[in-house]
């Protein structure tokens, strides 16, 4: 079977709740021509999320900052990786504050690629972002999607809490670090990656500044169990995270990993209702669910 026979035999077996409208042609083309234009990148289009026409129905988008190729290779993510990154868009802050201007954005996420090349990581670029929109756009909440910060020579736990620390003290209202997936299966899924280094970092933000809310989000239909799945979740209360996402993984390509389990949107209730009975003060849980779903919104899922 080649694998263009593979792949369409992949997409014919998903199940029916994972096809949904991308949203409005005009809302996407509107986006994607003013982040062309300035040349910056958001996840909503490189990771081709399924509710990317929502969000920004709903003025919210995710800004992927310093460049769209990643320094780690994690086996589930549709992002470039495996050559090398480019350099740092000194403009990019400012091009990020003028599309959430023009878009009218009210709830802005910004995330960035793994950045281990970088002397901090990349944190100070997060924050000159943070400090640009708000010149212009003063009532828009930002929230950030942080990697772990960990990579680079002889970085450490210090050097890692010094990056953290930078972006706490720029205020954000939600800290995000996601981990992503169980314990068990953090090596092969999250290449690179620690999950105690992951709740870690969760545990630094409240450390540092309790008043920030915390959140985390995992990819199911990777293997794991229910049972790990609670077991996860319990670990991420412990570190007094706030907010969790539960999302069906979806392959991106034949060079991803396959998927083990389609969760069903029954399952996903339960899951959510378990996560709300854990003391969650904000689930969102469901197959198409994304790290950045209802970002802007409190309450029930």
Known sequence: MTSAHELKSEIAAMPSWLRRSIGKASEISTVQRIIKQRQIHTICEEGRCPNRGECYAQKTATFLLMGPTCTRSCAFCQVDKGHAPMALDQEEPQKVAEAVQLLELRYVVLTSVARDDLADGGASHFVKTMETIRQFNP???IEVLTPDFWGGAGVGETGQKQRIAMI?????ACYNH???TVRRLTGPVRRGAKYD???GVLATVKEMDASIATKSGLMLGHGET???IIETMGDLR???CDRLTLGQYMRPSLAHLPVQKYWTPAEFDQLGNIAEEMGFSHVRSGPLVRSSYHAGEEGDR
């Open 139 to 141: 009532e828009t909440q």
């Open 178 to 180: 996601n981990v992503e």
């Open 197 to 199: 280094r992951s709740l």
């Open 226 to 228: 229910q049972a790990e």
């Open 168 to 172: 706490v003290n720029a205020k954000p």
């Open 238 to 240: 412990a570190v007094n």
